[in-house]
């Protein structure tokens, strides 16, 4: 996420802005018990985001313990950054109790090119429906590839627009609502498309800010299930304004973390609602 680069001529922030701030109070509201079974690397600023956006985190990846656990989740976050094959089987009881119970899951298929074990393990994880697929444009081209047959890996280059085509193809054959991280990060449904301004560059910067705003946009689907799309496209856009209000504050990546996170806890109304950039590209 970075500063916006692209324009659009249907753009109608005003309504999105409101609507960012309806999802960010519900969520504030509803305080979504949110499954997390995520990388090493990520768990603390997951958890962190997560608890400033007024969600409850809970980092359960035991395979043991799904059957138990979550029933009482609100969501499941699913992110394979450092998968492992003893972790494989619980993402999978999890995705799968969530779909036996209607509650929304959401992948973060992290370096899916980077081998054959993980790309395998994420297509797997795709059959089991999740609500949505967050991605830079690299590990979206690189899915969508996989899913249609063809398993050449791609690099990381890839910027979101490139990825925009095949995050279209990708949402229709998995019935996913699909995002693509990025100077502007996109959403669609494979017919829609909207793209989220809201961000600075220095967050790539912050290992696992992209892990982040995938959990809050788990958090945000939990409480308005029936409007993933939306909800999705609002997730962004807050992380990004909570980006770009800590970066008024920071001198680097490390206090820009710190933050980002108090900014996350401190967006108000006014400030959500004037500041929230999201366009239509359909």
Do not use: Y
């Not at 979504?32 to 997560?50: F, G, H, K, R």
């Not at 035991?62 to 989740?73: G, R």
Request: aromatic share 4%.
């Amino acid at each position: 996420m970075a500063e916006q680069q692209h324009t659009n001529t249907n753009t109608n922030t005003s309504t999105w802005g409101s609507q960012s701030w309806t999802h960010l109070t519900s969520l504030r509201h509803q305080s979504p018990l949110i499954q997390c079974i995520t990388n090493l690397v990520s768990m603390d600023l997951i958890a962190n985001t997560l608890l400033a956006a007024g969600a409850s985190p809970a980092m359960i990846h035991s395979v043991l313990e799904i059957p138990d656990f979550t029933p009482h989740t609100q969501a499941v976050l699913i992110n394979v950054g450092t998968l492992t094959p003893e972790w494989l089987p619980a993402m999978k009881a999890a995705a799968g109790v969530a779909n036996k119970l209607n509650k929304p899951w959401v992948l973060d298929p992290a370096a899916v090119g980077a081998s054959g074990f993980r790309l395998k393990a994420c297509l797997e994880l795709v059959e089991l429906k999740p609500t949505v697929i967050r991605g830079n444009g690299s590990e979206i081209i690189a899915l969508s590839m996989a899913s249609i047959g063809n398993t050449k890996g791609a690099d990381s280059l890839h910027e979101s627009s490139d990825a925009l085509e095949a995050a279209k193809s990708l949402a229709k054959s998995s019935g996913s609502i699909v995002a693509i991280s990025g100077s502007v990060d996109f959403v669609t449904d494979g017919q829609r498309v909207v793209g989220a301004h809201n961000g600075v560059q220095m967050m790539q910067k912050i290992t696992a800010s992209d892990c982040a705003v995938t959990a809050l946009i788990a958090a945000i689907v939990a409480t308005d299930p029936t409007h993933a799309f939306e909800a999705t496209a609002s997730g962004l856009s807050v992380f990004g304004l909570a980006g770009e209000i800590g970066m008024g504050l920071a001198n680097g990546p490390a206090s820009l973390r710190m933050h980002l996170i108090d900014s996350l806890h401190g967006l108000d109304q006014e400030t959500v609602v004037n500041r929230v950039k999201i366009t239509s590209f359909s």
